[in-house]
């Protein structure tokens, strides 16, 4: 019997034949003329305020020059992006002359204690001799006199000991707050005068923006405000910390502190505020994702009763997050399409999923 010989391309030939075989299978499952699946969400009434926006900057709550409150050699700086916590050392200024300083003084107080201690009871023997009249009233005056001017000048050079302590300590410049050194503004070996700035300190986990608003647009601003800043291009929710009441008067306008939340940007990013411009109404929004926009129009789809979308012309006004206030032929509860609309015609038949 003789065997009849196929191509090697005979087995390739039979898989396309079973892919193509199973094409109207995955066609079964989307029916032609079978309603489209679409997602809905009803458009509500909400309170809403017209917002404009406004540029910023983010800034540090602690952004400081710290000084040095003595003079003498630099021995220390910390390194630019130094993380420190509150009370670290971010400088050193040599403490050789305020130690020598120190030690003086601390010896001349010595000397006056033993000096007043004596005083004291020199005046107690002449105070008594006095009352038994071996002694005249002038030598009895002295005495007392002596140990009072020894006393002030004890006082005096306490003082004067507690001044060299504060600048031996002081020496040592500490961090107000924790934060980050982002700049030295001056080097070990150079000389510091007291209030030369030593190094810049930043509290870069306290970030805040500060924006101009207009007066007549503050009214409609409270602290504890939330608002939508926009921080290349990634918004954020934040809130009002404090509203400076005092106004420009070359610009009209007041500033606002807005509080980040962590991480939100860095210190000097441009960013855009938007601030209610008008007292908060209630409007009928509908999800930005809802809006189709056209060349000649801007659209919604809506879902009637028949399960037949509509599409209906509206106009955009406030913005609130996700959510548009607009107005047109919509109603409250009515439900909108907001995933699938690219794909439709209007008086189409769909099935409506609402969205959670």
Known sequence: MTMT???RSIP????????????????????PGAPLSVGVVPAKVMKM????????TVVSLNDSHLASEVEGRVSWVANVGTIVAQNDIVAKID????????????????????QVKYDKSQAIRLQNLFQQNAIATSTRDQAISTRDMDVAA???????MSKSQYQYDHS?????????????????????????????????GSLEVSVQTPIDTARYIHE?????????????????????PVGDIASRSLEVRITLPPGAGLVGDAA?????????????????????????????FKVDGKNVAQRVAVETGSEDGPLVEVHGLLSPGDRVIVRGAERLETGQKVRAILVT
């Not at 050789?96 to 030690?103: F, H, I, K, P, T």
């Not at 405000?225 to 509203?243: G, H, K, W």
């Not at 929004?285 to 000649?296: H, S």
């Open 95 to 114: 403490d050789s002359v305020a130690g020598l300083q120190l030690a003086s003084d601390k010896a001349n107080v010595a000397r006056l204690s033993a």
């Open 224 to 244: 504890g405000l939330a608002l939508t800043v926009d921080i290349e291009n990634r918004p954020v929710v934040a809130s009002v910390r404090a509203i400076v």
């Open 5 to 7: 010989k196929f191509p």
């Open 172 to 204: 040592s410049i500490r961090a107000p707050f924790p934060g980050r050194v982002v700049q030295r503004l001056i080097n070990p070996g150079e000389y510091a005068t007291a209030g030369k700035d030593i190094v810049r300190l930043v509290d870069i």
């Open 154 to 160: 004890l006082a005096q050079a306490r003082a004067a």
């Open 12 to 31: 390739l030939a039979i898989a396309i034949c079973a892919a193509i075989a199973l094409v109207p299978a995955a066609f079964a499952q989307q029916a």
């Open 49 to 56: 305020a017209p917002k404009m926006a406004l540029p910023g």
């Open 272 to 300: 855009k505020v938007y601030v209610p411009s008008a007292p908060v109404h209630d409007v009928l929004a509908v999800p930005r994702d809802a809006l189709v926009l056209r060349e000649d129009n801007t659209y919604v």
